[in-house]
């Protein structure tokens, strides 16, 4: 461990990624998954700052750890469903297309964490998208799409950036979302 801004996410110089990323990772039993304690987003995903500037979803950073480097414009999904877990084995390479028609073939709505705060995306269908992508392109603030929709800015910001919207009647997806962080950071991943 490497003193206490170890366990909130803080870059640390000199620290090495691995040794910062593993000591918020509770593995809790053999079988089961392993649970980012660290910082995590508001749909439950981690994150770890890779360096001064850039940060990175915990899973895309256990994938890289364990396997080296993610391909360009793979997602990183996961087999457990469950948006903290890091555990390499739990944890597979998808394209967006693979990962919408695993989601609709798994039937999937919101994930298990932060249910209650995920509940407003759900209001969201494929028609809504479709209005909000139009109001984005007309120029529209996002802060008023997202009030007139009664969803989250940041989520307005994910269909601007058309990460999210292939999984939105579904609910949305945690795979979508590690792209959401990820995209921003999906070089900024180093090796240690
Ligand atoms: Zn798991």
Redesign the pocket.
């Given at each position: 461990m490497s003193g206490s801004h170890a366990r909130c996410g803080r870059f640390l110089p000199g620290t090495p990624l691995a040794e910062r990323f593993w000591a918020k990772v509770d593995r809790g039993d053999e079988s089961?998954?392993?649970l980012w304690v660290g910082a995590r987003n508001r749909d439950g995903y981690g994150h770890i700052s890779i360096d001064a500037t850039k940060r990175a979803t915990a899973s895309r950073v256990a994938w890289e750890l364990h396997n080296g480097p993610i391909p360009s414009g793979m997602l990183v999904c996961?087999?457990?469903d469950?948006p903290p877990?890091v555990?390499p084995d739990?944890l597979f390479l998808g394209t967006h297309s693979d990962n919408a028609r695993d989601c609709f073939a798994k039937g999937r709505r919101a994930a298990p964490m932060n249910a209650g705060e995920r509940n407003p995306a759900r209001k969201l269908s494929i028609s809504d998208v479709a209005g909000i992508r139009k109001r984005l392109a007309a120029g529209e603030k996002r802060r008023e799409i997202a009030i007139a929709h009664g969803v989250s800015p940041t989520q307005i910001f994910n269909i601007a950036h058309g990460i999210c919207w292939a999984s939105v009647d579904a609910g949305w997806s945690q795979h979508e979302s590690h792209s959401c962080l990820a995209r921003e950071n999906a070089s900024g991943v180093t090796h240690a």
């Open positions: 089961g998954c392993w996961h087999h457990c469950m877990c555990r739990h």
